[in-house]
């Protein structure tokens, strides 16, 4: 399964996940996401122009603690969704 990762301008992340129970009948992961992402990313204008990245679920950090410190970085030529604690 996959999610959209959005980069906010600040570079923290937004997150989107589709619902399992929009997927069609032997609907591949891929094609499911190529359907679904543009219809549900029309639903929310804040999204236009932020850059993105379509990432396997499982590669996502656990939970939604920390949420604030999960980044998008480009690890080995595929981007991934870090947590990156702040430097104090």
Known sequence: MKA???ENPDGSVRIMRLNEKMRLKDESD???AARMFPIEQTKDI???N???SDV???SLPP???GRK????KMIGGTMRV???KPQV
């Open 50 to 52: 932020l850059a993105f």
């Open 82 to 84: 870090m947590i990156v």
């Open 69 to 72: 410190d999960w980044k998008r």
């Open 46 to 48: 804040s999204l236009s």
């Open 30 to 32: 891929d094609v499911f």
């Open 63 to 65: 939970g939604h603690v």
């Open 4 to 6: 959209r990762v959005f």
């Open 56 to 58: 396997d679920i499982a």
